[in-house]
């Protein structure tokens, strides 16, 4: 579980007065409480390491991408691979071009035309919600089975949809167009997570990598493609009721997404009036969540919880809150990232690697699963069985994607309330 202390929070401690020797009659001395020590972190704040120049795409040999992280030595072999530093150099980089910026400061009449074409390929793909409504499930909470005819309406539209972005061939367009399609969660088993948040990355990735994206469009995607993409994750969440993919539940930022947090704190990095505790105020939220990723972010998680109170829905941003500064804020999201994205193997094992993105060499390759089936668990000799497939190892003690109940979503729950509260009135509290 993430600890405050990665955000410089101090934990409460007990205040121990010194006995005095009988023989002393004066009080003990005064101490002023501001002489605490700083909380000392373990993991360093991580830096930005160099965007590498795209490569020549004449050498590479595009091809359809696969998983590649099928162990834990594989993942280990990934975090100090080339592909770790490449992802982590475009993460960061992207959310650096936010900082200190409103969403407004983006115009988008003055955007590359690549941009326009990526917004306009989230519109196209908003369309098709319409045409895959929901089935009817009576009240069930969790996934509806119409998302994968919407998933698959996406696929048939890949190709048309990355048309227009200048592709330099077929080949090269059915790589990247994989991590597009992944984005929008799991077709098997109808949930989302971060590492299909991590995907929808990946894509902008391979479009710089092609030289599609340059370094100036930096700022856009922070502010302009990326909130389009998860307001129309919300829109897709509410439709599908899509189940948290391996939810920390309230011991998590969210139930569904972590990059709009750590955009968000970079662009509050040195508000002058917005600090950590503001986000308790709801006036803040309302005036500012349309300009920052991070007060919508929360605006979003408290219009869909039945409880009122981010002290008991997500009680990890109730402590984040007590940080001293953004700056502090922005250092704690890079080492989640780190830590809880790329460093946790459950996430890992779905990633993708194809000539955009490569695997290093001794990493395991998975020749019996196409992208379609990257949903099943990795294998390994202390795994253990389940009713889902072959077996699979956790490490950490962490709590399996497989182990356990499935999760419903918060949002489904916030949305069969409200029918309900419509057909049957308000509802009466009791007295005590």
């Given amino acids: ?185 799991s077709r098997e088993r109808i949930d989302y997570g971060s590492g299909h948040e991590l995907s929808f990355i990946l894509w902008l990735l391979c479009l710089n990598r092609l030289s599609l994206l340059p370094v100036a469009t930096f700022p856009a995607l922070a502010l302009l493609v990326f909130p389009h993409y998860i307001h129309l994750l919300r829109r897709i969440q509410s439709t599908y009721y899509l189940e948290p993919a391996g939810s920390h539940g309230v011991w998590g930022l969210d139930d569904y997404q972590f990059l709009p947090f750590l955009f968000g704190a970079s662009q509050l990095l040195h508000h002058p009036y917005i600090r950590p505790l503001s986000i308790h105020n709801e006036l803040v939220l309302e005036e500012e969540g349309d300009e920052y990723l991070y007060l919508d972010m929360v605006r979003w998680t408290m219009e869909t919880k039945s409880v009122k109170g981010l002290k008991w829905t997500q009680p990890m941003l109730d402590d984040i809150s007590g940080a001293k500064n953004w700056v502090k804020v922005e250092q704690g999201m890079r080492r989640m990232f780190v830590k809880e994205v790329l460093g946790k193997l459950p996430i890992m094992q779905h990633f993708l690697f194809g000539a955009l993105i490569p695997a290093d060499e001794g990493m395991g390759k998975d020749d019996t699963t196409t992208t379609s089936e990257a949903d099943t668990e990795i294998i390994a000799d202390e795994a253990h069985p389940h009713g889902r497939g072959p077996g699979h190892v956790h490490r950490d003690n962490e709590w399996g994607d497989c182990c356990g109940i499935k999760i419903p979503s918060t949002v489904a729950a916030s949305q069969e309330a409200r029918k309900k509260a419509a057909t049957e009135g308000l509802r009466i509290v009791p007295f005590d």
């Fill in 1 to 185: 579980m993430p600890s405050a202390t990665e955000f410089g929070v101090l934990p409460v401690k007990s205040i121990r007065i010194p006995l005095s020797h009988p023989d002393q009659q004066k009080l003990p001395r005064l101490t002023s409480r501001k002489r605490q020590l700083t909380a000392q972190n373990p993991l360093p704040v991580p830096h930005t390491p160099s965007l590498p120049s795209p490569p020549d795409t004449a050498n590479l040999d595009f091809r359809e991408p696969s998983r590649r992280i099928l162990s834990c030595y594989d993942h280990e072999i990934f975090l100090k691979s080339p592909s770790y530093s490449l992802v982590l150099s475009f993460v960061f980089s992207v959310s650096e071009a936010a900082a200190n910026r409103k969403i407004c400061s983006i115009p988008l009449d003055q955007q590359l035309p690549i941009i326009h074409k990526l917004l306009s390929i989230l519109s196209l793909i908003a369309t098709l919600l319409s045409s895959n409504p929901p089935k009817d499930q009576g009240n069930s909470r969790f996934g509806n089975a119409a998302f994968r005819g919407f998933i698959d309406a996406i696929a048939s539209q890949l190709s048309t949809y990355h048309e227009s972005l200048g592709s330099p061939s077929a080949a090269a367009t059915g790589e990247t167009s994989s991590y597009l399609l992944h984005s929008f969660g």
